[in-house]
C-alpha cells in the first residue's frame, strides 16, 4: 500500500474562532496537527504561542475518569472469543457518531456512581480480609474440642503453643520426667510445627516454664470463648455476609 503525500500548511484565525475550526477540521480525519512549540518558523515569531496547560490538565483528568469506568465495566462484560470475534471485528465510529455519543451520555453521573461502588467494594474486601486471617490461624487448632474459655484452671497453669518440629520427641520425653504433674497433648502438626495443649501444676510453674523456653515452645492466646471449630464456623457464616453484600453492590 502506497504512502498518501501530506502537504502542509499554516492556517491563522482568531483566538475566538479555534474551538470550531479544531472541530470543523477533525471531521476531515485525515489532518494531522503540529504543536507550534516544536516549530521554528521565522514566519511564526510575531505570534505568541497559546498556553493550553489548563485544558490540557482538564482533559487529562476527564481522560483518567473514563479509564476507570472501562476498566471497572470491562470486569463485568462477557467478551466474545474466537473465529466469532474476529468475524465480527471492532465498531468502528467516526467523529459525529463519538461526539453525539458523547453529548448523550452522562458519564460524570457513571463515574461516580461507580467511584462510589468501588470505594464500598473495596472496603468490603478489606473487611473480608479479617476473618479469612482468622480462620487461617485457627485451623491448625480445629482438633482442639474444648472451648477455649473453659481451658483455664484454679491450680493449675494451661498453654497452646507451638512447638519446633524436631524437638517434638525430645521436648515429650523431658517434659514428662521433670514435671511429674502435668499433660501434654499434641493436637495437630504441619511444617510450621507441632501444635501443643499443655498443662502443669502451679507447683511447677518455674521448672516448666524453663523446659518450655529451652525447647522454643511459642505461647498462643486466642480471644474466643468457643472451641477452634466453633469459632471458625462462626467466621465463616460471617464471610457469606460480606460476599452477599458485596453482589448487592455490585
Known amino acids: 500500500m502506497g504512502i498518501a503525500k501530506m502537504k502542509k500548511f499554516t492556517l491563522l484565525a482568531l483566538e475566538s474562532h479555534k474551538e470550531s475550526l479544531f472541530e470543523a477540521m477533525q471531521k476531515f480525519q485525515e489532518v494531522q496537527f503540529v504543536n507550534l512549540q516544536e516549530e521554528k518558523s521565522e514566519k511564526l515569531e510575531f505570534m505568541q504561542n497559546d498556553s493550553q496547560s489548563e485544558l490540557v490538565s482538564d482533559l487529562e483528568g476527564k481522560q483518567a475518569k473514563l479509564k476507570f469506568c472501562l476498566d471497572i465495566l470491562e470486569r463485568y462484560v462477557q467478551k466474545e472469543k474466537g473465529l466469532k470475534a474476529l468475524m465480527k471485528g471492532k465498531k468502528f465510529m467516526d467523529y459525529n457518531e463519538l461526539k453525539n455519543l458523547g453529548e448523550k451520555i452522562e458519564w460524570m453521573s457513571i463515574y461516580n456512581t461507580l467511584r462510589e461502588k468501588d470505594t464500598k467494594l473495596s472496603a ?6 479479617k476473618p479469612k486471617g482468622e480462620i487461617k490461624a485457627l485451623e491448625p ?8 474459655s473453659k481451658a483455664k484452671f484454679n491450680t493449675s497453669t494451661s498453654y497452646l503453643g507451638v512447638l519446633p518440629l524436631n524437638y517434638k520427641d525430645e521436648f515429650r520425653e523431658t517434659f514428662d520426667s521433670e514435671i511429674p504433674v502435668s499433660y501434654v497433648e499434641t493436637i495437630g502438626e504441619n511444617k510450621d510445627g507441632v501444635y501443643l495443649f499443655v498443662v502443669f501444676h502451679n507447683d511447677y510453674f518455674k521448672e516448666a516454664s524453663e523446659v518450655l523456653k529451652r525447647y522454643g515452645f511459642s505461647k498462643i492466646a486466642f480471644n474466643y470463648d468457643d472451641s477452634p471449630k466453633e469459632t471458625i464456623k462462626a467466621l465463616e457464616e460471617e464471610i457469606k455476609s460480606i460476599k452477599k453484600e458485596e453482589i448487592k453492590t455490585i
Open 124 to 129: 468490603l474486601k478489606n473487611e473480608i480480609s
Open 141 to 148: 487448632w480445629i482438633n482442639f474440642d474444648e472451648k477455649i
